[in-house]
Every structure is written in C-alpha cells, then in structure tokens.
T-cell receptor
Framework: GEDVEQSLFLSVREGDSSVINCTYT??????LYWYKQEPGAGLQLLTY?????DMKQDQRLTVLLNKKDKHLSLRIADTQTGDSAIYFC???????????FGTGTLLAVQP | SAVISQKPSRDICQRGTSLTIQCQVD?????MFWYRQQPGQSLTLIAT?????????ESGFVIDKFPISRPNLTFSTLTVSNMSPEDSSIYLC?????????????FGQGTRLTVV
C-alpha cells in the first residue's frame, strides 16, 4: 500500500525559515497536501499542489515537489510562534478521493 | 468551502458501550469520510460514507465495529461499538465538496474519545 513518511520533529527560532519534508510512494497521486493541526484542534488545509507542478507559493508558504524522487517539502518563511503545530503531508492515493496521511512533523518555534 | 460540525467534541465512555458521532455539513457534499487518529499518531481512513448505500470500509475496519449512516448529502454518523480502551482516539469527519477531482478536503474539529 501507499506509504507517506515525514521526520517527526523540527525546531526553529522565530523569524527563521522552516522546511518540513515528506516522501511518498504512490506515483499515481494527482494532488499532494499540507495540513496543520494545532493542539486540541482539527485539521486545517494549508495548501496543496497538483502533481504536474514543481512549485507553488502562497504568501509565507512554498511547496516544492520533486515527482521523480517522490519528495515534497513545505517551506515556511519568517516562522512565528503561532506556526507551532503538527504538520501532515497527504496524497490522494491512487488518484482517488482517499487521503493517505504522513506520520506528521511537530514544528516547535522557539522565541 | 464547507463548514463541518461534529458532535460530541469529546466523551469519556465505559468499555462495552457504544458511542455515535454526528457530522453535519453546511452544504451538500458528494464525498464524506471518517478517519481515526490514535494518540500521537497520524490519521487513518476508516471508511467512505456513501449516501443511500452501505459505507466502504478500509482494510482493518468492519461494519459491525464501526457502523456508518449517510441518510443525505449533509449528514453522517459513525458509531464506535462495544468499545475497548484501544478505541480511545480522535475521530474526524472529512468532506470533499463538489463532484470533480479531489482538490480540497475539509475536516471537522474531531471527537476525542476516551474509553475507560
């Protein structure tokens, strides 16, 4: 089955850039997503990228996709303490409407 | 977009009992899904809630344990039956508005279930 992997933890200082990485195995995914989960809250869609794109920028967020290596990254510029959360990447497995989630990366922003 | 209301937001239940979780959407949606997030883990898809027919379950999940209803395009319920402490998780409802290719899935706030 599909496997989506992320590093478990990332710590950055406020104002620095954060880069969260994700690898996946399903080459038929058409969309890849980044979700944010704050403590005690549901999931918030941050951004998504279509599989035929290399890059997508949305304000402080930049998504890079290397389809050949099946590698996805999320860069957060000027990271703030409010960005502290768990970030999940996900893909739509087999180009269906089912989302397969990564293991999640806990981002800790130090003031 | 879609606004999703899940009830209850949290509950503490005795083992052997059942809990029904409700998911209400503010607009008609084609696709509705139920996910489970066990403590400290990622989300796992339980099933696709199909309107007017039986839900489609993922491997490892069965209808007897997680019966699902989807009476219309704005509402679904998930029941966690005969609960054990291993069922302690966050259960999330997700919807995909529209009928085209998946571009955006919205999630409810989740139901935090603790089984004692």
């Amino acid at each position: 089955g599909e496997d989506v992997e992320q590093s478990l933890f990332l710590s950055v200082r406020e104002g620095d850039s954060s880069v969260i990485n994700c690898t996946y195995t399903d080459s038929s995914s058409t969309y890849l997503y980044w979700y944010k989960q704050e403590p005690g809250a549901g999931l918030q869609l941050l951004t998504y990228i279509f599989s035929n794109m290399d890059m997508k920028q949305d304000q402080r967020l930049t998504v890079l996709l290397n389809k050949k290596d099946k590698h996805l990254s999320l860069r957060i510029a000027d990271t703030q303490t409010g960005d502290s959360a768990i970030y999940f990447c996900a893909d739509n497995w087999g180009a269906t409407n089912k989302l397969i989630f990564g293991t999640g990366t806990l981002l800790a922003v130090q003031p | 977009s879609a606004v999703i209301s899940q009830k209850p937001s949290r509950d503490i239940c005795q083992r052997g009992t059942s809990l029904t979780i409700q998911c209400q959407v503010d607009s008609q949606v084609t696709m509705m899904f139920w996910y489970r997030q066990q403590p400290g883990q990622s989300l796992t898809l339980i099933a696709t809630a199909n309107q007017g027919s039986e839900a489609t379950y993922e491997s490892g999940f069965v209808i007897d344990k997680f019966p699902i209803s989807r009476p219309n395009l704005t509402f679904s319920t998930l029941t966690v039956s005969n609960m054990s402490p291993e069922d302690s998780s966050i259960y999330l409802c997700s919807v995909v508005p529209g009928t085209g290719p998946l571009t955006e899935a919205f999630f409810g706030q989740g139901t935090r279930l603790t089984v004692v």
